[in-house]
């Protein structure tokens, strides 16, 4: 774009309208990371609770949730680094970056709210995980994700049902096919897009 | 070839109307960002985003990041406004066309 005087007829105009708009798309690779990142810990988690108690007859299999602690100082400092390289700012990443703050708060205030039967509280975190989930996957418009975000609210009602000895499995099982299979899917249709 | 000397002179240049159709979905980007998605030199993208900022379309904001100089545009409310106009007068441009 070196003449910048050049008369343009109208069908130009709206082709360098469509092409800008085009690329201002958001950086769904973001996306992925956090899907991966948190899918694999969460899943993790569940699972060696799960193990543990069903297996080790291990009591207070529940603290191999400390994990999740040094898991959000990872999120937080891979997102200020993202963050700070970050050349343009998309309305879709603003957005999208404040659901999973707010999910990330209300998770917080049912931790605290549940401190005292902590035990109970999965198929509540699975309801509220299943919200951004959702939402995400509308904003990035990728299916994979929407139905990610139903898998958690189904399961959180399964297990809501069978009792608690499931939650931590149904956990496992709901980190599966809502972040771990939708985050797979992302990273490789980003992959795809890059080659 | 059809001529548009009605629709707005500010909006109707290529790299000018490239810069303000990329930031009206976006909130802020950096110079070099619209450089790269413009493909403009640094120079004629320079002269370009003065005279938006000077038509009150975008705003620029100049600070600095890790000791380096950062240059910050973002579009204004008049600038979306204007977009907004041009779009339509385009479309009144365009549909007769469509029609006949």
Known sequence: ??????VMTGEESLKIISEMINKTKFDIRQGSFYLLF????????????FLLKKFAGVGHSYYVWLLVIPGVFVSMIYGFMT??????????GILYMWIWFGFFIAAMVLFIVHSKSMYSVAPYILLLAGLPTFISGFLIKFKPLIAGGIC????ALAIFFAGTDTYSLGSAIAMLFGYL????????????DAV | M?????????????????VVSLLIGIEMAEFTYIREQTGATAGNLSIQITRLKEAGY???????????????CSITELGRQKFAEYVNDLKDYLSPKKQG
């Open chain 1, 1 to 6: 774009m070196e003449n910048e005087e050049k």
């Open chain 1, 38 to 49: 948190w899918g694999w810990l969460i899943f993790v988690c569940s699972l060696s609770e």
């Open chain 1, 83 to 92: 963050g700070r390289k970050a050349k343009v700012r998309t309305y879709t």
């Open chain 1, 181 to 192: 299979i939708p985050g797979y899917m992302l990273k490789n249709r980003v992959d795809h």
């Open chain 1, 152 to 155: 958690f609210w189904v399961i």
């Open chain 2, 58 to 72: 975008i705003e620029v904001i100049k600070k600095f990041r890790n000791n380096y100089p950062q240059t910050l």
């Open chain 2, 2 to 18: 059809t001529r548009f000397k009605e629709l707005d002179p500010i909006l109707h240049s290529q790299l000018r109307l490239a």
